[in-house]
């Protein structure tokens, strides 16, 4: 099985900050790897498909980059409607990371 | 415009098998790519993927949960079914059903989850 990991598990920041999350894959997925936003209560929502491409609505202080196994999501300026769990996905086998809480600082 | 629906019961006891329904709208899965995914949340911890099922019937399980779900479609009705067996209080998690597309990008087949039902919280106790 292809292992997700992600890093850092949670994380404080103050709304304008730039953020990145990092996701690793336990070997190469070459870019199939997506990214979901989720809020407390709230289904997940699509951010980022096939690791550098932004879902149409999403904004575009979103992007993802990366390739084989190290993937990033950066925030470029966190707004407060930001402050929410972020996971990684890989689509070979539809495993996800363990989550990326970004909190408030 | 896609959605999606889960139901099914909001308690179970252990030992019983869930059975959980995804209705479906704004999509076939005749279409060729497509597919329906089943992905649960226990409270307070990580998503995690459990069945997928294709236009074509094929059909793919987490590897440490395939002995115990089933996963069918109704194309009549636009429905997916999950069957888990032998329920267990860790079994305790809302359960969501997505829509998952293909699609190519110079020429690489890509697919994901968009976009997900609201999902449905499953209680396993006695």
Not at chain 1, 35 to 56: C, D, E, N, V
Not at chain 2, 11 to 38: R, Y
Request: charged fraction near 15%; aromatic fraction near 10%; proline fraction near 6%.
């Amino acid at each position: 099985d292809i292992q997700m990991t992600q890093s850092p598990s949670s994380l404080s920041a103050s709304v304008g900050d730039r953020v990145t999350i990092t996701c690793r894959a336990s070997q190469s997925i070459s870019t199939y790897l997506n990214w979901y936003q989720q809020k407390p209560g709230k289904a997940p929502k699509l951010l980022i498909y096939a690791a550098s491409r932004l879902q149409s609505g999403v904004p575009s202080r979103f992007s993802g980059s990366g390739s084989g196994t190290d993937f990033t999501l950066t925030i470029s300026s966190l707004q407060p409607e930001d402050f929410a769990t972020y996971y990684c996905q890989q689509s070979y086998s539809s495993a996800f990371g363990q989550g990326t809480k970004l909190e408030i600082k | 415009q896609i959605t999606l629906k889960e139901s099914g019961p909001t308690l179970v006891k252990p030992t019983q098998t869930l059975t959980l329904t995804c209705t479906f709208s704004g999509f076939s899965l005749n279409t060729s790519g497509v597919s329906v995914g089943w992905i649960r949340q226990p409270p307070g911890k990580a998503l995690e993927w459990l069945a997928l099922i294709y236009w074509d019937d094929d059909k793919r399980y987490s590897p440490s949960l395939k002995s115990r779900l089933t996963i069918t479609k109704d194309t009549s009705k636009n429905q997916v079914v999950l069957t888990m067996t032998n329920m267990d209080p860790v079994d305790t998690a809302t359960y969501y059903c997505a829509h998952r597309p293909r699609i190519t990008i110079f020429g690489v087949a890509y697919n994901w989850f968009d976009p997900w039902g609201q999902g449905t919280l499953v209680t396993v106790s006695s």
